[in-house]
C-alpha cells in the first residue's frame, strides 16, 4: 500500500495521523529520529608522562615518569651471573701482570682488594700499601696486548651472562658505584691476565697454545681475520670515541663527531655480524659506549641507544636504556630526532619479545616511549607503517596469556599472580594510551577493521575491568571510532561489547570521564544498528542501569568536590540520547513509554532546565519524548500525561531556541491527534505560531509544522481558523519551493491541503492545480545526475507524493467543474 492511498477515490475522509502500518513504516524516518551529539572533550596531557594527571594510581606505588640516568648507572660488563648460579672456580691460579694506569706508571702485580668503605688506604697482608683501583663512573678502554687479542673464548661467554631480577620496580635506578666500579676494574684486571705466560710465549713463538688445541687452520684462519678486522676497523673507532672526555659544555660539533663515531662502529660491527652477542669484545665496546651517557645530549643519547640495543643488552642496562629513550622521547622537541633515527624499529623489535616477563620493566618503558611519539601524527602515521598495532595487540594478548607460574606454593603463587597483574596493567595503561593516539589517524581505521582490535581491546577491558586507566583508555578509543559508520558497524557485531559496557556503567557509575564516554559509544551503535538496540533492552538489568545513571547525574551534587554542573550535564545529554535511539525499536519503545520512571526524569528536565543555560539537555529530551510520543498504546504514559507535557511544550516553543521549537512542533504533531490537545492548541493560540512556521524556508519545520495542521484540519472548526491565517497559500509556497527536492514533504503539504479543502471551500486551486501538474509530468521533471540519490528520489515520488497529488488534483479539477457549472 501505499503512503496515503485513499479508501475511495471520492471520500470525504479526514487525514489524520491515524496510519497503516506501511505508512508508519515510512513515516518513522522523520518522526523517529536518532539524535547526534558532540565527542566528550579529552583534554591535552600538559606533561608527557608514564601516567596521566588524572590516573587512579597512587603516585607513590607507580614506576616515576622522571628519573636521573648516569654512566655509572649501568653494568660496563653486563656480567652478573643469574640468581642461585655460581661461577665455576678457574683450574689455575694466574699470575697477574702489571696493568698500567693512567699516568702510564705500573702498580704491583696483586690482586686488588676491596674498597675501604671510610678510609682511602689501607694496609695489605704483608704490610705495603696498595693503591685502590679508582672508582670513575666507566672505566676507559685499556691498551691493547696480546693478553687481550688471546681471550679464551669461554670466558667471554661467560662475561656476558644476562643478569638475573629482570622484574619491575618503580624506584629509580640506583647504582653502587664503587662497587661497579671495583667489579669492573677488577674484570679487566683478570681478563688481560687469563692466559698462562706458557700460552702466550707459545703464541710469540709462534705455535699454538692449548687453547687452539683441536681447531683446524680454517678456524685459526677465521681467528686471524677477526682480529685484523677488529685491530683495522673497530678500535680505531673505539679509540676516538675513548678520547673524548664528557664535561660541561661540549660543544655541538663535538656532539656530532660522536654521533657519527657510534654510526661508524654501528656499521662496523654490522658488517662483520659483530652485533647482538656475537661479538668477543662487546663487553669492551660497551665500557666505551656507557661513558657518553655523561655527554646529556639527546641527540647522541638516542644514537646510543639504538647501538647498545643491538648489541642486546640485558639485566639493569637494558633497563636503563629504555629508561634514556623514554627521558629523550618526553620532550617533544625531540620528536624530529625519532623521525630521523632508526630507534623506531629497535623498540618495536623489542616489544616483539617472546619473553615479556623478563624485560618487563624494559617494555614497560619501551611502549611509554612509543605512546608519548604516537600523540605526534607524523611519528603515528610512521609507527602504523611498521605494523605498530598489530604488535601492540599481540603484546597485550601475550601480556595475558603468558603469566608465568613458577611457584608450587599456593600463598606465593596468589602473590605473584597478583604482582604480576600489576606489571601487565601497567603496561597494558601504555598500550592503550598509544592506541588512543593511533584511533586519531585516519589511516588507522583499516588496520582496527581488520585486526579484529576490538574484540582484543573488549577482551582487555573485560580482563582489568577495575583498573579505571585502562577502561578509560578503551572507552577513549571506542569513542572516537564509533563515530565512523564502518567502525560502528564491527563494534556493534563484537560479541558482549553492549553488555560489558553496561557492566562498567554499573561497576564505575561515579567516574563520570567513564560513564560519559561508554554513554557516547552506545548512543552511536544504536544510532546505526537495531542489533544494538535489542541488545542493550534484552541485557538483564540494562534499562535498570541506564536510569539509576540518570536519578544519579540528575539529582544535584551533594558537595562542591562531586561533579560540576557541566559535567553533570554532558553525562544526561549522552544518556538521554541514548534512550532516545533505543527508543526507535517499536519493542523498545512502548516498553520506554510505559516506564514510570523514564518519563518522570525526562519531564524532570523539561520542568528544572531552562533551554538558554542547558539548550542540548532540553531538546534531547523534548526529542526523546517525541519519538515516546509516537507509540499510541494505552500503556503510554506519555499519552496519558499529555496535558502537563503540552505545558512544558508551550514554554519550549516560545523560546528563543529554534531547535526547541522544532522539537515542540514535533511533539505536538504526534499529541495532537489526541482532541484535548487540539483545544490546548487552538485556546492558547499556538496554531497562529506554527503557521508561521511555514515561512521559515527550512524544509524540517516545514514538515513538523505541517504534521500539526494536519491534525488541526481534521476539525471542522478549526479549518476556518486556518484559513484566516493564510494558511492554504503558506502551504502553495512550501509545495513551490521544497516538492522538488522533497517528495516526502510535498506528500505532507498535499495532505494538509486536502484536509483544508473538505469544506469545499479551496482558496488558490487554480495555482496548486498548475504545481501538480507540473509535479505530476514525470517528463518535465528533473532528477539527479547521482544513481542512488535518483533512484531514491523517484522511489519516493512513486509511493508517497504521487497517488496523493493524483487524488488532491482529480478533486480540485471536479470542484473547478461544479462551480463553472
Known amino acids: 500500500m501505499s503512503l496515503m492511498e485513499l479508501q475511495h477515490e471520492k471520500s470525504e475522509r479526514v487525514y489524520t495521523r491515524r496510519q497503516t502500518s506501511a505508512e508508519i513504516v515510512s513515516e518513522a524516518r522523520r518522526s523517529l529520529r536518532t539524535l547526534a551529539t558532540q565527542r566528550p572533550f579529552t583534554p591535552q596531557e600538559q606533561h608527557r608522562q608514564l601516567f596521566g594527571e588524572s590516573s587512579s594510581r597512587a603516585r607513590d606505588g607507580r614506576p616515576p615518569s622522571a628519573f636521573s640516568l ?42 686488588p682488594k676491596p674498597p675501604a668503605e671510610r678510609e682511602n688506604t689501607r694496609r695489605g697482608s704483608g704490610g705495603c700499601r696498595v693503591r685502590h683501583l679508582r672508582t670513575s663512573s666507566i672505566n676507559r678502554l685499556p691498551l691493547m696486548t696480546s693478553h687481550s687479542k688471546s681471550l679464551d673464548r669461554s670466558v667471554e661467554e661467560r662475561i656476558d ?51 687452539y688445541h683441536g681447531l683446524n687452520d680454517k678456524d685459526a684462519d677465521d681467528n ?55 661479538c668477543k669484545k662487546r663487553s669492551t665496546i660497551l665500557r666505551s659506549l656507557f661513558r657518553l651517557v655523561d655527554v646529556g645530549s639527546d641527540r647522541l643519547n638516542l644514537t646510543l641507544a639504538k647501538l647498545i640495543l643491538a648489541l642486546n643488552v640485558s639485566g639493569n642496562n637494558l633497563v636503563n636504556i629504555c629508561k634514556l629513550v623514554f627521558k629523550i622521547s618526553r620532550n617533544a622537541s625531540n620528536d624530529t630526532l625519532f623521525l630521523t633515527s632508526s630507534v623506531l624499529d629497535s623498540l618495536l623489535s623489542l616489544l616483539q619479545s617472546e619473553d615479556v616477563w623478563s624485560k618487563s620493566e624494559a617494555v614497560l618503558y619501551c611502549v611509554g616511549s612509543l605512546k608519548l611519539l604516537s600523540g605526534n601524527s607524523a611519528l603515528a602515521s610512521l609507527l602504523l607503517g611498521k605494523d605498530f598495532m598489530g604488535i601492540l595487540l599481540l603484546l597485550s ?84 571510532l564509533s563515530t565512523y559508520t564502518e567502525c560502528c558497524y564491527a563494534l556493534a557485531e563484537t560479541p558482549h561489547c553492549c553488555s560489558l559496557f553496561l557492566d562498567l556503567l554499573g561497576k564505575h557509575s561515579r567516574k563520570q570521564d567513564l560513564v560519559v564516554r561508554l554513554l557516547f559509544t552506545l548512543g552511536n551503535l544504536t544510532a ?130 529554534m531547535e526547541g521549537v522544532l522539537e515542540a512542533t514535533r511533539v505536538f504533531g504526534n499529541l495532537s491527534q489526541i482532541k484535548d490537545v487540539r483545544r490546548f492548541i487552538v ?43 493564510g494558511t492554504t497559500q503558506k502551504l502553495i509556497d512550501c509545495l513551490r519551493d521544497f516538492g522538488s527536492q522533497d517528495w516526502h514533504l510535498a506528500a505532507v503539504v498535499c495532505q494538509t491541503l486536502w484536509n483544508c479543502s473538505l469544506d469545499g471551500e479551496m482558496q488558490h486551486s487554480d495555482e496548486i492545480l498548475k504545481i501538480l501538474r507540473l509535479y505530476t509530468d514525470r517528463g518535465l521533471l528533473q532528477w539527479p545526475s547521482n544513481d542512488g540519490v535518483r533512484q531514491v528520489q523517484k522511489a519516493c515520488w512513486e509511493l508517497l507524493f504521487l497517488p496523493v497529488a493524483e487524488r488532491l488534483r482529480q478533486r480540485l479539477h471536479v470542484e473547478d467543474i461544479t462551480a463553472i457549472s
Open 224 to 278: 686471524m681475520d677477526e682480529s685484523h678486522y677488529w685491530n683495522s676497523k673497530v678500535l680505531p673507532v673505539l679509540h676516538e670515541i675513548e678520547s673524548f672526555a664528557p664535561g660541561d659544555g661540549v660543544s655541538e660539533e663535538m656532539v656530532g663527531r660522536m654521533c657519527h663515531a657510534c654510526t661508524e662502529l654501528h656499521h662496523a660491527l654490522a658488517e662483520r655480524g659483530m652485533l647482538g652477542r656475537q
Open 70 to 111: 648516569h654512566a655509572r648507572n649501568f653494568e660496563a660488563l653486563d656480567s652478573r651471573p643469574g640468581s642461585g648460579s655460581r661461577l665455576s672456580p678457574l683450574e689455575h691460579k694466574p699470575r697477574l701482570s702489571a696493568f698500567p694506569d693512567e699516568d702510564g706508571r705500573e702498580d704491583e702485580a696483586t690482586l
Open 683 to 725: 485556546q492558547h493560540k499556538v496554531h497562529q505560531f506554527v503557521v508561521t512556521l511555514l515561512d521559515s524556508k527550512n524544509p524540517d519545520v516545514c514538515f513538523s509544522a505541517c504534521g500539526v495542521l494536519i491534525n488541526l484540519s481534521a476539525d471542522s472548526e478549526n479549518r476556518a481558523l486556518l484559513r484566516v491565517e
Open 397 to 480: 594478548k601475550r601480556l595475558n596469556h603468558c603469566i608465568p607460574q613458577t611457584s608450587s606454593n599456593v600463598t606465593n603463587h596468589r602473590a605473584e599472580g597478583e604482582g604480576q597483574n600489576i606489571i601487565a596493567g601497567h603496561i597494558l595503561v601504555q598500550v592503550t594510551a598509544a592506541l588512543r593516539n593511533i584511533a586519531d589517524q585516519s589511516e588507522s581505521r583499516p588496520s582496527f577493521l581488520s585486526s579484529k582490535a576490538f574484540v582484543t581491546l573488549c577482551w582487555i577491558v573485560e580482563n582489568h575491568r577495575n583498573d579505571i586507566d585502562i577502561c578509560i583508555n578503551v572507552a577513549r578509543i571506542f569513542s572516537k
Open 528 to 657: 546505526k544498528s537495531i542489533e544494538a538496540r535489542e541488545r542493550v533492552y534484552e541485557e538483564e538489568g540494562g534499562i535498570d542501569v541506564l536510569l539509576d545513571l540518570f536519578q544519579v547525574y540528575q539529582r544535584p551534587p551533594s558537595s562542591p568536590e562531586q561533579h560540576p554542573a557541566p559535567e553533570r550535564g554532558d553525562v544526561l545529554i549522552k544518556l538521554i540520547r541514548l534512550l532516545a535511539n533505543l527508543a526507535i525499536h517499536p519493542t523498545v519503545g512502548t516498553a520506554l513509554a510505559a516506564n514510570p520512571l523514564c518519563v518522570q526524569l525526562l519531564l524532570q528536565v523539561l520542568e528544572s532546565r531552562c533551554v538558554q543555560e542547558c539548550e542540548e539537555l532540553v531538546i534531547n529530551a523534548a526529542a526523546t519524548i517525541n519519538n515516546l510520543s509516537f507509540y499510541q498504546g494505552e500503556s503510554s504514559l506519555v499519552r496519558s500525561q499529555y496535558k502537563h507535557i503540552s505545558q512544558l511544550l508551550l514554554k519550549l516553543l516560545l523560546g528563543s531556541s
Open 161 to 211: 651472562q644476562p643478569e638475573d631480577g629482570e622484574r619491575l620496580h618503580c624506584d629509580d635506578v640506583t647504582g653502587n658505584n664503587t662497587k661497579a666500579s671495583s667489579e669492573a676494574d677488577l674484570h679487566t684486571l683478570t681478563k688481560n691476565s687469563r692466559i698462562p705466560q706458557s700460552a702466550q710465549n707459545d703464541v710469540s713463538s709462534g705455535s699454538k697454545p692449548d687453547a
